[in-house]
């Protein structure tokens, strides 16, 4: 099943419609022009965090072109077209994200998505303003972290101690984060290895105007590195 989370108001979806592995968009033209080296991975899209991107773009960004694929970035290379500050290649982990400012108490949107019955994974789709998560430099790390806290906090009741083990198992089950900055036009997706714990960003999203009503989308395929949480 599916529990979605907005605004602290819980829904149970079904979760059989769900896209599955080979489902997902293909890599193509869509969703911007090729960069330089006019290369995509396709790796990229095949991902659950692809498809939870996917989902994300289309409850907080309906209508906009939804990307076709990811535009490969990598390390110490120019990156294709519209790649570029606030986000930088990490070659380890990733994407991430230097912010001008941080935040705390800035309580975003955010979608919760179970997958799995008996042994459980949650995904989350954030959707506010990159300065909530408290953090100048964002990383994978720094961004599951950030995610598990509002997992724990949504599921959390004050009044229901029960509540506890559930929330702290659902926060260190998070395998797939989508964050969405609409204001700033930026994006980061992150993932988490449910064995060994290591955390990668994979892909960065880049939101146009909304006269454009875009979204490209940039692919590495990066060595995870294991979070400290």
């Known amino acids: 099943m599916t529990l979605c989370a907005r605004h602290g108001r819980r829904m149970m979806l079904g979760m059989d419609g769900a896209e599955g592995p080979g489902t997902g968009p293909r890599p193509g033209p869509a969703g911007g022009a090729r960069g330089a080296r006019g290369e995509f ?27 076709g694929g990811a535009l490969r970035v990598s390390a110490g290379t120019p990156g294709p077209d519209g790649f570029g500050p606030p986000a930088f290649l990490d070659g380890g982990s990733g994407f ?44 994978a790390a720094g961004l599951v972290r950030y995610a598990r806290r509002l997992i724990f906090e949504e599921l959390f009741d004050t009044g229901d101690s029960d509540s506890v083990p559930y929330a702290v198992r659902a926060a260190r089950a998070v395998e797939n984060v989508v964050f969405l900055d609409r204001a700033a036009g930026i994006g980061l997706c992150a993932e988490a290895d449910p064995v060994t714990r290591a955390v990668a960003c994979p892909v960065f999203v880049r939101i146009g105007a909304p006269t454009e009503r875009t979204v490209r989308a940039y692919g590495a395929a990066a060595q995870p590195v294991r979070s400290q949480s």
């Open 41 to 67: 991975a396709p790796d990229v899209t095949g991902r659950p965090v692809w498809r939870l991107l996917v989902r994300g773009l289309g409850v907080y960004l309906p209508g906009w072109n939804v990307p």
């Open 96 to 139: 991430g994200l230097h912010l001008p400012a941080r935040r705390r108490g800035l309580e975003p949107d955010r979608e919760i998505y179970v997958r799995g019955r008996e042994d459980p994974s949650f995904g989350i789709v954030i959707a506010g303003p990159s300065a909530a998560i408290g953090s100048r430099v964002v990383d």
